[in-house]
């Protein structure tokens, strides 16, 4: 799974997310061996169309609704801790569709912001809806538009079954990735070019940060429009997954 907060993905976190850069997993909220400060200005390149009754959140400095409530969190071990219940997950709006037809992807997209100077991460009781959708972080590029474009999906869930993003690991360099803006229908296409492992210590350090998020991660966007999909891999160990598996694309339409 993936741990609470995009923080993990900076080498962090329990099961991974994937940035497109996309990163797969779940989300745990074990602790992360270091927190990067993701940028907080909005991208300075008009974005694509998005419906206006739903638009993307600003960042909150709480999770995106699947972790509030009676303050309850998964802590990667089998417990809920923080709350006497586990909270109720109340699904935010879904503005995109991914899909990636050579991994048999296809999830709904919903928006997150940061928490904690990490990209969140929702998550939930195993029967919560959110398993099974993938995080656009706001403070990146929308589809087709030119910056980076980072998406996450949980692994597995807290009883370890498939997740949005369980085949991401998968993917390899000449995948297509679609992603369809439901306010009018309008789909893009980015092109996997390079897919990558990183331990948790390699996934901390500045230029990884900086390629996973582009400019919401510190780094400087050249006006090429890419993704990035982010989610956990490797070995389970004290809570967390040790590695975190990451694909990079570039539009192609």
Request: proline share 11%; charged share 5%.
């Given at each position: 799974m993936m741990r609470a907060g995009l923080g993990w993905l900076a080498g962090g976190a329990g099961a991974g997310l994937a940035t497109v850069a996309v990163v797969v997993g779940a989300l745990h909220s074990g602790s992360e061996p270091g927190t990067v400060?993701?940028?907080?200005?909005?991208?300075?390149?008009?974005?694509?169309?998005?419906?206006?009754?739903?638009?993307?959140?600003?960042?909150?400095?709480?999770?995106?609704?699947?972790?509030?409530?009676?303050?309850?969190?998964?802590?990667?071990?089998?417990?809920?801790?923080?709350?006497?219940?586990?909270?109720?997950?109340?699904?935010?709006?879904?503005?995109?569709?991914?899909?990636?037809?050579?991994?048999?992807?296809?999830?709904?997209?919903?928006?997150?912001?940061?928490?904690?100077?990490?990209m969140d991460a929702p998550f939930g009781p195993a029967s919560s809806a959110v398993w099974h959708e993938a995080f656009w972080l706001n403070l990146g590029a929308q589809p087709g538009q030119p910056g980076t474009m980072t998406v996450a999906g949980h692994l597995d869930d807290t009883l370890g079954r498939p997740a949005a993003f369980w085949t991401l690991r998968n993917l390899q360099p000449g995948g297509v990735v679609e992603v369809t803006r439901r306010a009018d229908g309008v789909t893009v296409r980015y092109r996997i070019t390079e897919v990558d492992s990183y331990s948790n210590s390699q996934a901390n350090s500045p230029a990884v940060i900086h390629r996973i998020y582009g400019s919401a991660g510190g780094g400087t966007d050249?006006?090429?429009?890419?993704?990035?999909?982010?989610?956990?891999?490797g070995q389970y160990v004290n809570g967390e997954y040790n590695h975190r598996f990451v694909a990079y694309g570039e539009l192609i339409s």
């Open positions: 400060t993701l940028s907080q200005p909005a991208p300075a390149v008009a974005a694509a169309p998005v419906s206006t009754a739903t638009p993307a959140p600003a960042p909150q400095s709480t999770s995106s609704g699947s972790s509030t409530g009676s303050g309850g969190h998964y802590s990667g071990g089998g417990t809920w801790s923080g709350g006497s219940s586990r909270p109720a997950y109340h699904p935010p709006a879904k503005l995109y569709d991914l899909r990636i037809a050579s991994v048999g992807i296809a999830a709904p997209v919903i928006a997150v912001g940061v928490v904690h100077g990490a050249d006006g090429v429009a890419r993704i990035s999909l982010i989610n956990c891999t």
